[in-house]
């Protein structure tokens, strides 16, 4: 199956441990290994069910404070377009891969 690279903003930790932003924000993230999406409906959020990723590494709707771009790898995708205060394209997938700090 085809990848596509994107980018994601994750949330890093003092202990060096990264999670996502809002969603499952206690789950640690491991770099290197593929994640299958899942659905965790959380309320004062749209349902939108998978990883999210972007084209380029761009979201100025988002603090950079205690979080860091990775590239990532995704499998699955659905584009979805958003307005540029937030960045543009989206991604939507069903597999992702973290591969590095940006």
Do not use: C
Not at 15 to 36: A, E, Q, V, Y
Not at 59 to 73: E, Q
Request: glycine fraction near 8%; charged fraction near 25%; avoid cysteine.
């Amino acid at each position: 199956m085809k990848t596509t690279k994107a980018y994601k903003l994750l949330r890093v930790r003092k202990n060096g441990t990264i999670g996502s932003l809002f969603i499952n924000r206690k789950d640690i993230l491991p770099i290197g290994k593929w994640l299958d999406a899942e659905d965790h409906p959380t309320k004062g959020f749209a349902h939108r069910p998978g990883w999210h990723g972007m084209k380029m590494p761009f979201a100025p709707h988002l603090s950079p404070n205690g979080r860091a771009w990775f590239i990532v790898r995704l499998k699955d995708i659905e584009i979805i377009e958003r307005p540029a205060s937030q960045g543009g394209i989206w991604f939507l997938a069903k597999k992702m891969k973290i591969v590095e700090r940006m």
